[in-house]
């Protein structure tokens, strides 16, 4: 078992998920267990550890799938529901599933009574290389994404690969997607090696689960709050929520996954950062030529690029009005608080479009 151990947050990979878990859950002696699951990881995931928590006082909660639980009414049911099985500060949730799980969960731990503990086990390659890792969690307020939440620490972060042997294919190309994002804010040979990779070959794919992993990790030791280095994760994030929120708003949660609505959000930012920094172009064009195989992107009119560029008010890295992209002058050479123009925004939703 590959592991990083930090005084806040342990972050175990490997094929020993059971005996990390006992361990960690043995170590915390809970008053009681709640594990909280979708009923897609209810389905293909607890029963990998359901047997082996019958020696504590185990509660199972199963919400619906999908980006629409991330909310207060989801949280506030969870909380009631907390209150009348008798949590106490001594309890301890499981958060087994995606990244709505891993994000609702620690909201709902981090804020009942002040704050329980949690422990993630991801069970999606997007949680495993992203949200289950760094302490992010919340809820979206309408189609606003995570606009309500707090920064706070997981007990530790089982990811045990397998778990992702049941996972659809369009959710791994979701996960990939922020695993390629690693590769841009950091080293040319990660960039490589992730475009590279095929999510049908999941045999190697642990080596690459980890090194993600120590990117973030890395990232978020050194800026916990946010402040500086941190903002580099959202790379391809500000257009792409913006994208995410009116798809969400408009069409439903089913019709752009996260991660597909980053890839878009990573190619305009690629565009801009090669308008505004001289970013290789070549590189804007490989990336484009790799995720155009697994991801088709939507296309917008004029007035629905309008609609996407008013939702960047909502934007979370933006302060006194002004919208701050984090934009790349050369892989893993980015550029904090980049102001954009609207009309060079258009024209990167123009070139994407006619590509
Ligand atoms: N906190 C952070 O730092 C951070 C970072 C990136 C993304 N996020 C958030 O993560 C969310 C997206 O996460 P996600 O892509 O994991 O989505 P998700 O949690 O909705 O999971 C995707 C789908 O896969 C199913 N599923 C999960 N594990 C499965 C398995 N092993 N087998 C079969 N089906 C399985 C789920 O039930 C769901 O239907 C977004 O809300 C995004 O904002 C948070
Ligand atoms: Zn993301």
Redesign the pocket.
Known sequence: MRSINHSNESIFCGDELVPTLINLVTKKAPSLIVVLT????KA??YPAIAPHLRQWKTHLICIP???SS?SITQSEALWVELSQLGADRDSLIINL???????LGGFVAATYQRGIDFLNIP??L??MV??AI?G??GVDLGPL??QIGVITSALGIIIYPP??N???QR?LI??WI?MIKHGFITEQDYLKATLLFETSDLNKIESLIWASVMIKNKIVQSDSSEKGARKTLNFGHTLGHAIESYGLHTHGQNWI???EAIALGMALACYLSHKLYAFPEQVLNNYLWVVRKHVTFPKFDKKEITTIIDYLKYDKKNSHGAVNFVLLKAIGQEVLDAKVNSILIYEAFDFINQE
């Open positions: 979708d009923e897609h990881t293909h995931c799938s999908g980006e991330k599933g995606g990244g709505v799980i891993t994000d069970t999606t997007l949680g992203d949200a760094g992010k969690c994404k995570n778990f992702l049941t996972l659809p959710e979701s996960g922020e996954k996260h991660g």
